[in-house]
């Protein structure tokens, strides 16, 4: 998958207005110190009360998009989408390989600026109001890139306190994410030492430091033993049930069918379905074949052209 980073410094990407992207390298720490709507401390805004007869208000939309379109010189990578992802679930976002993912996502969390279309994340405008989203959201970005000097304690140390959060509860919220995640005894080891699932990980508590309303992950569970796997699982689902959305790409639909309860599936640059995971799949046996009928994938040569593999050809 292309580094979105490497759009910055590439002269094929004339549009691309280098200063008004926000800096990749703060990755999932980019946020704005002081201003930290955490939900634990009061502020839960994905439920209203309705001021006429105190009846709840519907929760607004965790992430709305209209006509987003993104060129690469004259590859389009995304195509016009739209996208209403509601609060409090776990959504995933799947397509094929270049289906737009990555470039929607980076969009999406303000990393890369759109040619056209309009993203609302947590009832915030994340082009005209960056701070405002930010403050509200984690992120795991493709290509994560960490502070790599630092051991992985610092890193969330660091971290948390670049969001505004006191240090006590810092360290408290950092001990408490890296025991659930088996980093404990990795805590002093230097972020440039770790494995790249112990990467995904690190990346994630310091993504969800802060308690986000919305947390995105692009891949989330590549390079991650099932073991880990299960421990990211278990937060993830935690934190869902505590109201607050994921919003996460996958290629693997076994697992997005057993973790997400809505889905949006994308495949050369648009949506082609998106809703409740059981509408999603329809009559379809499972995600997956429902995922290659959307995606005209079914029927396809499996490999069957390639008559001189095998072990007795030559
Ligand atoms: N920085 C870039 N420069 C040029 N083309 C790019 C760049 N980033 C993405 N693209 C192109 O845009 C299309 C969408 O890429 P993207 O990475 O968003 O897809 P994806 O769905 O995340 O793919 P994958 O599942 O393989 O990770 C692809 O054709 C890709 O080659």
Redesign the pocket.
């Known amino acids: 998958?292309?580094?979105?980073a490497?759009?910055q410094v590439?002269d094929?990407?004339p549009d691309q207005v280098s200063d008004e992207v926000p800096d990749q390298a703060s990755g999932p720490v980019s946020g704005v110190p002081g201003d930290v709507p955490d939900r634990t401390a009061g502020e839960v805004p994905d439920r209203r009360v309705n001021a006429v007869d105190g009846a709840p208000e519907a929760a607004p939309s965790a992430v709305r998009v209209e006509g987003l379109w993104?060129r690469?010189?004259t590859?389009?990578?995304?195509a016009g989408v739209d996208l209403t992802l509601p609060t409090g679930k776990f959504i995933g976002l799947v397509?094929?390989?270049?289906?737009?993912?990555?470039?929607?996502?980076?969009m999406i969390t303000g990393l890369l600026r759109p040619d056209q279309g309009r993203i609302e994340v947590a009832g915030h405008d994340v082009w005209k109001d960056p701070a405002q989203v930010k403050a509200r959201i984690g992120v795991l970005p493709?290509g994560l890139r960490l502070f790599e000097r630092l051991s992985g304690g610092e890193l969330l140390s660091y971290t948390g306190r670049l969001r505004g959060l006191p240090g006590e509860e810092v360290d408290r919220r950092a001990a408490q994410l890296l025991e659930v995640l088996d980093l404990s005894g990795a805590r002093h080891k230097l972020v440039v030492d770790y494995s790249t699932g112990m990467r995904k990980k690190i990346g994630l508590a310091a993504a969800l430091l802060h308690n986000p309303q919305v947390l995105f992950l692009?891949?989330p569970f590549e390079g991650v033993d099932p073991v880990s796997a299960q421990s990211i699982r278990g937060v993830l689902e935690r934190y869902t049930a505590s109201g607050a959305t994921v919003v996460f790409?996958s290629?693997v639909m076994e697992l997005v069918e057993s973790l997400c309860d809505w889905v949006a599936v994308?495949a050369a640059?648009r949506i082609r379905a998106q809703g409740p995971l059981s509408e999603v799949r329809g009559a379809a046996g499972s995600l997956q074949d429902a995922f290659l009928e959307l995606v005209g994938a079914h029927g396809r040569d499996a490999g069957e052209a390639l008559d001189w593999l095998g072990g007795g050809a030559r």
Request: hydrophobic share 25%; aromatic share 2%; proline share 6%.
């Open positions: 998958m292309p580094d979105q490497s759009e590439s094929e990407v993104k690469f010189g590859q389009v990578a995304v397509g094929p390989n270049g289906a737009g993912k990555t470039t929607t996502l980076s493709e692009d891949e790409s290629h994308m640059g």
